[in-house]
């Protein structure tokens, strides 16, 4: 039987309820994303009126029968929106929406003047090195008017002056892809999102204690490869692992484009793109409004993200039983074959084993009435 309680932080990460029991909770993580926690309390409940946005809520779960005999953190998330309703037994319920550990990279944006280079503007530069790079300028002690940023970004200074989130990055190894991109104006997640998808790694921002919180990229992937070996995680139907499969083989939107740049009328600079479904029997085609792109690799770069974005697809969503053998877990179990976002997983269904990727893990929690009190449902991509 799984157990699972809420605790409770200030932004600073002072602790404010050590338990805190929910009427239910259910959360979705997701590589590169930053995922949600929603749960609910009674409005009479005694944390109630502690529960303020920004506050850090972490999710610990256990189960002594699987092996996970001490209460593990699932999902820490920042506490942002509140909903309040009455039923018809005056019966009020409080319920909190909470962004994942990725959120504070959402708050900012790369506000640099275009083509400043490794700013706003990065020229046959490892997606690693970009990434921590567009971190470092605009959300720490970097991002300043005295570097010429545009207005102060710090998120590290403390409440009530900032936000209080202290970011450490960690040790630049210059992995990944090597791309040219110009990213003036954009969302710092965003941006990262879409490095993500063509630099050959993911990236993650974990909560250290405090108010002290660490950025790293992971090269190829967030998890680790289970698709082989002793660790093998195989999810099918014979096995009893697989539970409501749902495939959608997404045709491409496009296949080709034209990445356009700056200049106008016959003077503007375009670049042709082919995505990776191309083919001259599979020809769709797009434009690209690139007008930031200053060289053609950053054309090329913007074409190529659009075409990621709209590339033939093949999405696994399916339930999983979580056996004695086989089991998601936050933490990996001595003897046990557990599985978390990021891993590498084989999934047999539908005449074919492949080895596909976690790229969302969905966790609905209720009062335990029952063993299906803990359901996880996993979302999948194909590698």
């Given at each position: 039987m799984y157990e699972l309680y809420l605790r409770h932080y200030a932004g600073n990460g002072t602790l404010k309820n050590a338990a805190l029991e929910p009427l239910w909770a259910r959360w979705v993580e997701g590589v590169n994303e930053?995922?949600?926690?929603?749960?609910?309390?009674?409005?009479?409940?005694?944390?109630?009126?502690?529960?303020?946005?920004?506050?850090?809520?972490?999710?610990?779960?256990?189960?002594?029968?699987?092996?996970?005999v001490d209460f593990t953190r699932a999902f820490?998330?920042?506490?942002?929106?509140?909903?309040?309703?009455?039923?018809?037994?005056?019966?009020?319920?409080?319920?909190?929406?909470?962004?994942?550990?990725?959120?504070?990279?959402?708050?900012?944006?790369?506000?640099?003047?275009?083509?400043?280079?490794?700013?706003?503007?990065?020229?046959?530069?490892?997606?690693?090195?970009i990434m921590k790079t567009v971190v470092q300028y605009n959300c720490t002690a970097d991002a300043s008017v005295a570097n010429e940023r545009w207005r102060e970004g710090d998120l590290s200074v403390a409440p009530p002056s900032g936000m209080g989130v202290?970011?450490?990055?960690?040790?630049?190894q210059a992995r990944g892809e090597t791309l040219s991109v110009s990213l003036m104006g954009g969302n710092v997640l965003g941006v990262l999102q879409r490095l993500a998808a063509q630099g050959g790694g993911?990236?993650?921002?974990?909560?250290?204690?405090?108010?002290?919180?660490?950025?790293?990229?992971?090269?190829?992937?967030?998890?680790?490869?289970?698709?082989?070996?002793?660790?093998?995680?195989?999810?099918?139907?014979a096995n009893g692992t697989l539970l409501n499969p749902r495939l959608q083989v997404i045709g491409a939107g496009a296949t080709s484009a034209i990445s356009a740049g700056q200049g106008e009328e016959d003077e503007r600079e375009v670049s042709p793109v082919t995505g990776v479904d191309y083919a001259t029997n599979y020809d769709i085609e797009t434009f690209v409004d690139a007008r930031n792109a200053e060289t053609a690799a950053e054309r090329l770069f913007q074409g190529q993200a659009r075409l990621h974005e709209l590339r033939r697809q093949q999405i696994l969503e399916f339930d999983v039983a979580q056996t004695g053998d086989i089991f998601w877990c936050p933490v990996p179990i001595t003897g046990r074959k557990t599985y978390r976002l990021g891993d590498l997983a084989?999934?047999?269904?539908?005449?074919?084993?492949?080895?596909?990727?976690?790229?969302?893990?969905?966790?609905?929690?209720?009062?335990?009435?029952?063993?299906?009190?803990?359901?996880?449902?996993?979302?999948?991509?194909?590698?």
């Open positions: 930053e995922g949600r926690l929603t749960f609910a309390i009674n409005a009479i409940h005694p944390a109630a009126d502690d529960l303020v946005e920004l506050d850090l809520i972490e999710v610990l779960i256990r189960n002594k029968s699987l092996g996970i820490l998330s920042i506490l942002r929106d509140v909903s309040i309703e009455t039923d018809p037994d005056l019966i009020t319920t409080l319920t909190f929406t909470c962004p994942g550990e990725n959120h504070p990279l959402a708050w900012r944006h790369v506000l640099w003047p275009a083509a400043t280079p490794n700013r706003s503007i990065f020229d046959s530069v490892p997606a690693e090195t202290d970011i450490s990055i960690a040790t630049d993911d990236f993650q921002l974990r909560w250290q204690g405090g108010d002290a919180w660490e950025f790293e990229f992971y090269e190829s992937q967030l998890g680790a490869d289970k698709s082989s070996g002793t660790t093998r995680v195989l999810f099918s139907l084989l999934v047999d269904y539908h005449g074919s084993t492949q080895t596909r990727k976690i790229t969302r893990v969905h966790v609905d929690w209720r009062v335990p009435q029952s063993e299906s009190n803990f359901i996880v449902a996993l979302e999948t991509q194909e590698v």
